[in-house]
């Protein structure tokens, strides 16, 4: 039975990730259904997608009882309220990252979905990259002997993109690019919380944190470091360390392809996608995280093992205590 997908806004992503469902076969997933705030938007991006209806509100969308699990696109300040808003309506969602701009955000939508017995996932795609799973199953084997350390780097020049540096729309390095190191950390250090956190960074002119580095101790005497920049190119990888070797996940890390394990390199090539068009790098590696979706459904699951919602709490509990110790409130964080 073909998974019915509603897509909440006409951005950038949602065309990225609307395209990977349209590769899929019509018998998993179908997209039946797309809302934007403005309804010749929304029509426009039905034609160009092959879909059947086009909503001018995300709440005609919501109320669409042939759409099964609403994915969202917005922007981070609009994923709370849309999030609340699908799932009222009884809709599985997946809300693309960072879920919520702060952990209270993350936390309503997690108890929200709870209370009603309904999936939500936080589209941390780079879990489901099979380099990503092969370091997973490297760390699982004990290849590195007993962890130390594990750096990431994610840096790009955004300041020409409007939402990476306007306040207003929660902006900065943090939110949308530290997230992908974060996880990194979290997830080889198994979801622990962090004994310590600290944090050093400059503010970009419009409010929004531009450059930050933030340290993070483990328990057991093991920590990991990271650093995320909206000006400044980084080295974009990842290195996991112990006693007895290094593997890298090698740029772009946030949607990896290769991983190098003491001095081994293996590489993942993505699925074909012929002649299909992305607004982001490496958009078909998010076919990993739909297929993820229907098999968590299909299982009758209400959330992923591989980004489980106390992840999601746990990693935006981190980035606000980071953006804390750096000085970076957002509206959203006086409530
Ligand atoms: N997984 C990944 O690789 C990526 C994830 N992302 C995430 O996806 C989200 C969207 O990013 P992206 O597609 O670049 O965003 P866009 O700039 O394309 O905006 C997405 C949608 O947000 C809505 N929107 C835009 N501005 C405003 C505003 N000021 N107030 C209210 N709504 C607004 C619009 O919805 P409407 O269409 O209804 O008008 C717009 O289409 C972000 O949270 C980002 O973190 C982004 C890129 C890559
Ligand atoms: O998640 C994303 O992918 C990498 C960057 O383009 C960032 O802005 C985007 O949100």
């Given amino acids: 039975m073909a998974l019915r997908w509603g897509i909440v806004s006409v951005g950038l992503i949602s065309s990225d990730f609307t395209t990977v469902l349209r590769t899929l076969p019509r018998s998993e997933h179908q997209v039946v259904a797309v809302a934007a705030r403005d309804l010749s938007r929304a029509e426009e991006f039905a034609r160009k997608h092959d879909i059947p209806k086009a909503y001018g509100s995300y709440e005609e969308l919501a109320k669409d009882l042939n759409v099964e699990v609403a994915y969202i696109g917005t922007q981070h300040p609009q994923h709370k309220p849309t999030v609340l808003l699908c799932l009222a309506a009884g809709k599985a969602v997946l809300c693309e990252k960072p879920m919520g701009v702060n952990a209270a955000e993350v936390r309503e939508m997690v108890a929200e979905a709870r209370s009603r017995g309904l999936f939500l996932m936080e589209a941390i795609w780079t879990r489901f990259f099979p380099a990503v799973e092969a370091l997973r199953s490297v760390l699982a084997q004990g290849t590195l002997g007993d962890l130390r350390v594990i750096r990431a780097e994610f840096g790009k020049n955004l300041t020409n993109v409007p939402r990476s540096i306007d306040w207003a729309q929660a902006g900065g390095g943090l939110l949308d690019l530290g997230i992908y190191c974060l996880q990194f950390i979290s997830m080889v250090f198994g979801g622990q919380k962090p004994e310590k956190i600290s944090a050093v960074g400059r503010h970009y002119e419009t409010g929004v944190d531009d450059t ?14 990271f650093t995320c920049s909206i000006t400044a190119p980084l080295s974009n990888m990842v290195s996991v360390s ?3 070797g290094l593997a890298q996940i090698l740029s772009p ?4 392809t290769e991983l190098v394990v003491k001095g081994e390199h293996k590489e993942f090539p993505l699925p074909p996608a012929p002649d299909k068009e992305f607004n982001f790098t490496n958009g078909m590696g998010m076919i990993y995280e739909a297929k993820h979706v229907r098999e968590c459904l299909q299982k009758g699951l209400k959330e992923s093992p591989v980004i489980p919602l106390a992840e999601s709490e746990l990693l935006a509990d981190i980035l606000d205590e980071v953006r804390k110790a750096i000085g970076i409130t957002f509206p959203q964080d006086k409530h």
């Fill in 253 to 256: 890390c946030w949607c990896p």
């Fill in 212 to 225: 930050v580095s933030v340290l993070l101790q483990y328990p057991g005497g093991v920590h990991g470091s």
């Fill in 242 to 244: 112990g006693t007895k």
